[in-house]
């Protein structure tokens, strides 16, 4: 019997950043992910940095699930 990957199997970013330095990082990281088709965005989100309203950094979360490697259509 081969091992099996659990169904819901997922990554998780996290950056601690300004609103700007997260774009960056979504543009330069993660974007080119999901564009090569290596994996499908489930979840964003985005939180003041230990829930203090006044915080210049924020805490970003974004859930990502490996797709297959299949075969070339």
């Known amino acids: 019997m ?6 819901n199997y997922y990554q998780k970013w996290v950056l601690h950043a300004t609103p ?13 992910l999901i564009d090569q088709g290596k994996y499908s965005l489930i979840r964003t989100r985005r939180k ?22 299949g075969s070339s259509m």
């Open 20 to 32: 700007d330095d997260c774009v960056e990082h979504f543009q330069t990281i993660i974007q080119p």
């Open 2 to 7: 081969a091992s099996k990957e659990p169904r």
């Open 48 to 69: 003041p940095y230990n829930n203090d309203m006044n915080a210049l950094i924020y805490e970003y979360t974004w859930d990502l699930k490996p797709l297959k490697g």
